[in-house]
């Protein structure tokens, strides 16, 4: 059983930064992927960002250039950096993992593991 806690959500102004964590405790076995995904109220869940067990990365539209998804397999722990954050991005952040081979961004469905979520909000 694996268990994702998110970390790292809070307030800030557009134009700032906020780095979200995702701890992950028990095995996740490769091939995986692994995917940071939001959901604003009235709104679909959305990919914002994957990244693979071998370290291939897949980013949604509306990130790309701003995002960066990283992983620290010593500390079993994922990172999401939110750069040049703007309102439209306020939302509730999900980490989340499947067993998979290539990019889960456009299958929120199909992930198998979720966190509780952590929530960001940018004032403008």
């Known amino acids: 059983q694996v268990q994702l806690v998110e970390s790292g959500g809070g307030s800030v102004q557009a134009g700032g930064s906020l780095r979200l964590s995702c701890a992950a405790s028990?095995?996740?076995?490769?091939?995986?992927?692994m995917g940071w995904f939001r959901q604003a109220p009235g709104k679909e869940r959305e990919g914002v960002a994957t990244?693979?067990?071998?370290?291939?990365?897949t980013y949604g539209d509306s990130v790309k250039g701003r995002f960066t998804i990283s992983k620290d397999n010593a500390k079993n722990t994922f990172y999401l950096q939110m750069n040049s954050l703007n309102p439209e991005d306020s939302a509730m952040y999900y980490c989340?993992?499947?067993?998979?081979?290539?990019?889960?961004?456009?299958?929120?469905?199909?992930?198998?593991?979720w966190g509780k979520g952590t929530l960001v909000t940018i004032s403008s």
């Open positions: 989340a993992v499947r067993s998979y081979v290539g990019s889960c961004i456009d299958n929120y469905r199909g992930m198998r593991y």
């Open positions: 028990g095995y996740i076995y490769s091939p995986y992927c």
């Open positions: 990244i693979t067990s071998s370290g291939i990365t």
